[in-house]
């Protein structure tokens, strides 16, 4: 039920990978809701994935950029406004990527290279594109970008490993940056901390469907799908939320602000009494 709420609005798509994809959906999302965009992701993704598809359905370019190299986040800056003859409106960072949580590497045990890699792509990657798209005056005032988080920044889950610290440090970035962006050029930024999604990058951490059951069953909505997320971040892109800066926002059916839930009582009861 498009509403044309990102009519004439132009902005960027980080990291569809395939139909599973938060990003994917989102840039479906935005073009139903009459955004231009590009697509971009890094170049390994571009050459395994299926942005091409996407790019077809969504009538985008796609312009390669690995999210650790300032160089192809400058570039592709600088060729999308080429694109769009003119500043943009509306950036998501969809990426994510942790080496340990890859080869298993437990977080007690952690490799520091890898570990370095995972903040790199995953957290440090926002400043970089804020940094670039403030340096080239890419973005108009109220202009809206958006990182996606998990709650694992706030409470822990082991087998989240070391991306929980890199999605404290995104939310860190969001607010800090979101701090000179807003009163530099009235730019908003914002995470949303998005419930357990059944995607390449979700289901890769240890324990997933464990996790995503347990979520499912804690929140009292259940858990938000990928095409949900995408519909809240239209929302975060459209005029309608033009005040709301620097926060995390949680969307995530309930779940951060639910002790237990009945259905899990419940649960345990039942096992202790087969005990
Ligand atoms: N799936 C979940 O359960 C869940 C929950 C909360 C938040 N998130 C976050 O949502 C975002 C999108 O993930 P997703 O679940 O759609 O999975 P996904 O695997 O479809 O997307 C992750 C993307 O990151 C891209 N990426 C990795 N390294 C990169 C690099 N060096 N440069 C540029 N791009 C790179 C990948 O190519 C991929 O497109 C991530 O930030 C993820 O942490 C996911």
């Not at 962006?181 to 240890?206: E, H, L």
Request: proline share 3%; with cysteine.
């Amino acid at each position: 039920m498009p509403h044309q709420l990102l009519k004439g609005k132009k902005g960027i798509i980080f990291g569809a990978l395939d139909e599973r994809s938060i990003a994917w959906k989102t840039a479906l999302a935005a073009v139903a809701e009459g955004a231009e965009i590009v697509l971009t992701n890094a170049p390994v993704a571009l050459r395994m994935g299926k942005i091409n598809e996407l790019a077809t359905l969504c009538n985008a370019p796609v312009i390669g950029a690995d999210a650790t190299s300032i160089t192809d986040i400058d570039n592709l800056m600088q060729k999308s406004m080429e694109i769009f003859g003119g500043k943009m409106d509306f950036i998501l960072h969809s990426i994510g990527m942790s080496p340990n949580v890859r080869k298993t590497i437990s977080y007690t045990n952690t490799n520091y290279e890898n570990f370095l890699k995972t903040l790199d792509i995953s957290a440090l990657s926002l400043h970089r594109v804020l940094q670039s798209a403030m340096k080239a005056d890419a973005l108009n005032e109220w202009a809206s970008v958006v990182g996606l988080s998990y709650i694992a920044a706030q409470r822990s889950f082991p087998g989240y490993n070391d991306m929980a610290d890199a999605k404290a440090m995104l939310e860190s970035v969001a607010r800090s940056f979101g701090y000179h962006y807003g009163f530099a050029k009235k730019v908003r930024v914002n995470t949303i901390s998005q419930s357990p999604t059944p995607t390449t990058a979700g289901s890769g951490v240890s324990g997933f469907d464990v996790f995503y059951e347990y979520a499912e069953k804690m929140s009292p909505l259940g858990n938000a799908t990928a095409e949900e997320c995408a519909n809240y971040t239209i929302m975060m892109f459209s005029d309608y939320t033009r005040m709301v800066t620097m926060q995390n926002l949680f969307h995530d059916g309930g779940f951060s602000f639910t002790g237990v839930s009945q259905a899990l009582v419940e649960e345990l009861q039942k096992a202790k009494a087969s005990e």
